[in-house]
């Protein structure tokens, strides 16, 4: 497995960078992520490039908001959503400072359950989104589970303001029109999804 963080200067990691970064293509082997709390962090620069950069987007770097180039010097922080589609996906392996040991899908599944309420239904609409192509993000910001790309955080703007419904969802036509009214202020359309299906459902405004 390899470490948190290159601490090894040689020619030959060196090269291994310099190979990863020219591709874009993930490494041989799982990503290591630290989990700090409730926090997953990459502190390897280069993976944490290979993550956001490349039309992929996982994570924001510290400090900056939206990195202008996919290549950045800084440890990257991943959301639990990200985390557990990247550890489902093989694409990472997080191991807990907490016990010193590696988390597996359920643990970190387990997790998230006790940090996000209704976790199981807004990531069962995080992965459908990502399967398709989309960039979810968190939208708390606009009172919204995900904020939505088409291509990525200083691309395009996002285009969709995402509310999760479950089994346990209560919402009145009073919060409806004023999610709508919210996201369409800010230029994106409002949209309700049903994570049992699959299935969105689209608010615009009618003028009669």
Known sequence: MCPLSYQDESAENQLLNAQLL??????????????????LVVFNNI?????????????IPTGIRKPRNH??????????FEGVYLLKHKKIAVRDHDSSGFM????????????????TDKYLIYEDLRNKKYIP?????????????RQGP????????IQ??????????????????????????????N????????????KP
Not at 47 to 59: E, I, M, N
Not at 71 to 80: V, W
Not at 104 to 119: G, I, N, R, S, V
């Open 22 to 39: 020219e591709t874009g293509c993930f490494p041989s082997y799982p990503i290591p992520v630290a989990l700090l709390g409730t926090k």
């Open 195 to 206: 994570p049992v299906n699959k299935s969105y459902f689209s608010f615009k405004w009618f």
């Open 164 to 193: 999760v419904l479950s089994k346990h969802t209560k919402i009145s036509s009073i919060d409806v029109v004023r999610s709508a009214r919210l996201a369409t202020s800010v230029k994106k359309r409002f949209i309700l999804a």
């Open 104 to 119: 597996t899908f359920e643990d970190l599944y387990a997790l998230a359950e006790t940090k996000f309420p209704e976790f």
């Open 137 to 149: 993000r968190p939208g708390q910001k606009f009172g919204a589970d995900f904020i939505v790309y």
């Open 47 to 59: 993976h944490g490039s290979l993550l956001y950069g490349y039309g992929r987007y996982f994570g």
């Open 71 to 80: 290549i950045f010097d800084r440890p990257l922080e991943l959301t639990l």
């Open 154 to 161: 200083g691309i395009d703007h996002s285009s969709f303001c």
